[in-house]
């Protein structure tokens, strides 16, 4: 499983599966009698896998999961494979505004909708119409953006569900304008993000309600950002952003993300709430 997620740690999995049609989906999800619990991952770039594995099902879905298309003049259907910054360069081209802030983010559609991704004051909920999705029984069904409480970095949609393809509406503008503001934002992720490194993006959420401070503010007033263990380290650049210097292990990481949690904690009275995904078991 290390080659499947941007921190390359993280033990096998009991079953993987990668359909590449909606129609293989749908079979295994008739057809599979086991009790084990599935998960479907991305492109791994909010996932730590611990190092023994995961002791169930992991799907990854395949190349017809990576379609876009315009519905109308401002509107865009992906499937849940496309990468995030793939949906955003396919909007510019398209002359279509308010999904640039998708280049910002290294993950995939599926997961986006589920999380309720964004950036830079925008997110998801902010141009999603609808999205398709099927459940574990292999029924597809289509969920209308209004029936969905999307959060700060969540929704109430179940866990059950398999993301397969979002709706998007944007605004008809300029394709070379977009472009520029695209590029303006790109330029403030690399001036205050790292790149090339092995990591998941930011580890915590942004606290919402006791103070105004963002995660890495807190972690860095908790005099964090010097904290390592192994090889698992907190990038220089950015204090919520955690990396594996190249022989991490997956409870380097964990143990790394719970001493920083603790000493915010203590610090602060502030506890903070993970962004990134934990899965599987530990060794």
């Given at each position: 499983?290390?080659?499947?997620?941007?921190?390359?740690?993280?033990?096998?999995?009991?079953?993987?599966?990668k359909?590449?049609t909606?129609?293989?989906?749908?079979?295994?999800?008739?057809?599979?009698?086991?009790?084990?619990p599935?998960k479907v991952?991305?492109?791994?770039?909010?996932?730590?896998?611990?190092?023994?594995?995961?002791?169930?099902?992991?799907?990854k879905?395949?190349?017809?999961?990576?379609h876009?298309s315009k519905?109308d003049?401002?509107?865009?259907?992906?499937?849940?494979?496309?990468?995030?910054?793939?949906?955003?360069?396919?909007?510019?081209?398209?002359?279509i505004a308010?999904?640039?802030?998708?280049?910002?983010i290294p993950?995939?559609?599926?997961?986006?909708?589920?999380?309720?991704?964004?950036?830079?004051d925008y997110d998801i909920?902010?141009?999603?119409?609808?999205?398709?999705?099927?459940d574990?029984?292999?029924?597809?069904?289509?969920?209308?953006?209004?029936?969905?409480?999307f959060?700060?970095?969540?929704?109430?949609?179940?866990?059950?569900?398999?993301?397969l393809s979002?709706?998007f509406?944007?605004?008809?503008?300029?394709?070379?304008?977009?472009?520029?503001?695209?590029?303006?934002?790109?330029?403030?992720?690399?001036?205050s993000?790292?790149t090339?490194?092995?990591?998941?993006?930011?580890t915590?959420?942004?606290?919402?309600?006791q103070?105004?401070?963002?995660?890495?503010?807190l972690i860095?007033e908790?005099?964090?950002?010097?904290?390592?263990?192994?090889d698992?380290t907190?990038s220089?650049?950015?204090?919520?952003?955690?990396?594996n210097?190249g022989?991490?292990?997956?409870n380097?990481?964990?143990?790394?993300?719970?001493?920083?949690?603790?000493?915010?904690?203590?610090?602060?009275g502030i506890k903070?709430?993970?962004?990134?995904?934990?899965?599987?078991?530990?060794?």
């Amino acid at each position: 499983m290390r080659r499947l997620n941007w921190f390359n740690l993280g033990g096998p999995t009991k079953v993987f599966f990668k359909p590449n049609t909606l129609e293989e989906l749908i079979f295994f999800l008739k057809n599979f009698s086991n009790s084990l619990p599935i998960k479907v991952l991305g492109v791994g770039s909010n996932t730590l896998i611990r190092d023994g594995g995961y002791d169930g099902v992991i799907i990854k879905l395949g190349k017809n999961f990576s379609h876009l298309s315009k519905l109308d003049d401002n509107t865009v259907i992906s499937g849940s494979a496309v990468l995030d910054k793939q949906l955003s360069n396919f909007a510019i081209e398209n002359s279509i505004a308010g999904l640039e802030f998708l280049s910002c983010i290294p993950g995939s559609i599926g997961g986006a909708i589920k999380m309720n991704s964004g950036c830079y004051d925008y997110d998801i909920s902010k141009c999603i119409v609808s999205i398709q999705v099927v459940d574990c029984n292999g029924i597809v069904r289509t969920i209308k953006s209004e029936k969905i409480n999307f959060f700060y970095r969540g929704s109430d949609l179940s866990d059950d569900l398999i993301f397969l393809s979002g709706t998007f509406k944007g605004k008809k503008q300029d394709g070379k304008k977009i472009k520029e503001r695209m590029e303006k934002l790109l330029a403030i992720k690399k001036k205050s993000q790292p790149t090339g490194v092995k990591t998941c993006g930011s580890t915590f959420k942004n606290p919402t309600n006791q103070t105004q401070k963002k995660a890495w503010e807190l972690i860095k007033e908790a005099q964090c950002e010097n904290m390592k263990i192994g090889d698992a380290t907190i990038s220089e650049k950015h204090s919520n952003f955690f990396v594996n210097q190249g022989s991490a292990t997956s409870n380097d990481m964990e143990n790394l993300i719970s001493l920083v949690r603790e000493k915010v904690f203590n610090t602060t009275g502030i506890k903070l709430e993970l962004e990134l995904q934990i899965i599987g078991e530990k060794k």
